[in-house]
């Protein structure tokens, strides 16, 4: 825009000029378009002059392809109006890569499809969250551009996810050693990264998709295992029932022994005669037989 400006200032001062050299009706207009050219050049001069840059920006600055190793930060600044400044992002950015259409950066299957230790194919879902080094800014423009997402985001994390894959299994990946792998896999992008004046903040495996046989196996065994500790749980059930029941009744064969050794005809007799006392004392009237000596009481009411 500044250009234009200045283009049309230059344009306008030209007309003037020929306007200046023409017969004396014509030559009266060159003077406004000399004017009206003078405050345009100054206008264009002096909005290049000054240059702001937004709150979670850098610019780096270019003179005909040289690029400075100075940035400007945000805020408002006073520059050589021949500068050439881009702006660079330096906020926390996200690039996700997924199965799921829609989701990732990129439109379609995005994922990342990887063959592990055992030589089955594995899906991964990913998200990578960067941020671009502000005092590298100038040497990311000089090297590789504006346009790093695809020339380092992208590439450097695809190619280092199939690079590590690779040490394990597929059950691993999806199971035991998914955090190692997570570990493994962001060390190694972060060095690439910081290599390039990119920072690496976080790497997300958001998702692991084995191939359908393993899913199946892996859900058969866990279905055999469930069934087996639910096994061991009824067998120890059983186990404390019957061994509940053995002491029961070890103690009813120990108290009727006890009962056994200790009753004898005097106490039995005894305990006889108090019940007899008892029913005598009932409000109710009995009438009581006895069948000879130690016969069974016959009761009976009146």
């Known amino acids: 825009m500044v250009i234009l400006i200045i283009i049309i200032g230059i344009i306008l001062f030209l007309i003037g000029s020929s306007l200046s050299n023409s017969t004396s009706t014509i030559s009266k207009f060159a003077r406004p378009f000399k004017v009206a050219a003078v405050i345009a050049i100054a206008l264009g001069l002096m909005s290049s002059m000054f240059k702001q840059i937004d709150a979670g920006e850098v610019g780096v600055q270019s003179l005909y392809g040289n690029v400075q190793p100075d940035i400007l930060e945000s805020g408002l600044h006073v520059i050589n109006p021949l500068m050439d400044v881009t702006e660079f992002d330096i906020q926390t950015q996200n690039y996700t890569m997924s199965a ?3 989701e990732g950066a990129q439109e379609g299957d995005d994922a990342i499809r990887v063959l592990s230790n055992d030589g089955l194919e594995v899906v991964i879902d990913l998200t990578v969250l960067y941020r671009v080094s502000p005092t590298e800014s100038p040497k990311i423009y000089k090297q590789i551009g504006v346009n790093y997402i695809d020339k380092i985001v992208r590439p450097v994390t695809r190619t280092r996810i199939r690079d ?139």
């Open 164 to 302: 590590n894959a690779v040490y394990y299994d597929a059950v691993a990946l999806y199971s035991t050693k998914r955090n190692e792998f997570q570990q493994r896999i962001y060390k190694s992008i972060e060095e690439d990264f910081k290599k390039r004046g990119l920072v690496l903040e976080q790497l997300l495996i958001r998702n692991i998709n084995l191939p359908a046989s393993v899913k199946l196996s892996i859900e058969s065994k866990i279905n055999a295992e469930q069934d087996a500790q639910k096994m061991t749980f009824v067998l120890q059930k059983e186990k404390q029932e019957a061994e509940r029941k053995r002491v029961e009744a070890q103690g009813i064969a120990d108290y009727q022994r006890i009962i056994a050794l200790g009753l004898t005809d005097k106490q039995l007799q005894y305990e006889q005669i108090k019940a007899q006392k008892e029913l005598a004392a009932s409000p109710n009237t009995k009438i009581i037989f006895m069948n000879g000596k130690n016969s069974p009481v016959i009761l009976s009411d009146k």
């Open 100 to 102: 799921i259409h829609g």
